[in-house]
C-alpha cells in the first residue's frame, strides 16, 4: 500500500473514532442529571479525559488526511515546525494515533462503566 493510502486509510479509521466522542459527551449529560457526589464527579473525570483523547483523535485525523495529499513532505515539514526533525516516521505516526483512538474507546467504557454501576447502587 502507498504512502498516501496508508495516510488515507489512517485518517478515515480515526474519524471512525467521532461517534464514540458523541457517546461520552450524552454519557456525561446522564452522570449529570442522574448522579450526586463522588460518582457525578467520576464520570466528569473521565469525561474530562474523553474530551482530551477526542481532540487529540481528531486532530491527528485532519493531520493524516493533509499527510495523505503529501505523504513525503508534510510529516518532515511539520517536525521542522515542531523543532523534532526526523524523530518519528509514518508507521509509528499512524500507530501513536490510532493508539489514541482506542484509549478513546477505553475511556468512555471507563465512562459509562461508572455511570452504570453508580446507578445500579442507587437503586
Known amino acids: ?9 489512517t485518517a ?10 458523541f457517546a461520552g459527551h450524552a454519557t456525561a449529560v446522564v452522570a449529570g442529571f442522574r448522579l450526586t457526589g463522588w460518582w457525578c464527579a ?6 474530562a479525559v474523553l474530551v482530551y483523547l477526542a481532540v487529540r483523535v481528531e486532530f491527528d485525523a485532519r493531520l493524516f488526511a493533509q499527510f495523505a495529499e503529501d505523504p513525503e513532505g508534510a510529516p518532515v515539514e511539520l517536525d521542522q515546525f515542531l523543532g523534532r526533525a526526523g524523530q518519528r516516521n509514518l508507521a509509528d505516526r499512524r ?3 490510532l493508539r489514541l483512538g482506542w484509549l478513546l474507546v ?3 467504557v471507563v465512562q459509562l462503566s461508572v455511570l452504570i454501576f453508580a446507578i445500579m447502587l442507587s437503586k
Open 95 to 97: 500507530r501513536g494515533a
Open 42 to 47: 467520576l464520570s466528569l473525570a473521565c469525561w
Open 1 to 9: 500500500m502507498s504512502s498516501s493510502a496508508e495516510c488515507r486509510v
Open 106 to 108: 477505553v475511556a468512555w
Open 12 to 21: 478515515a479509521l480515526l474519524f471512525a473514532f467521532r461517534p464514540v466522542s
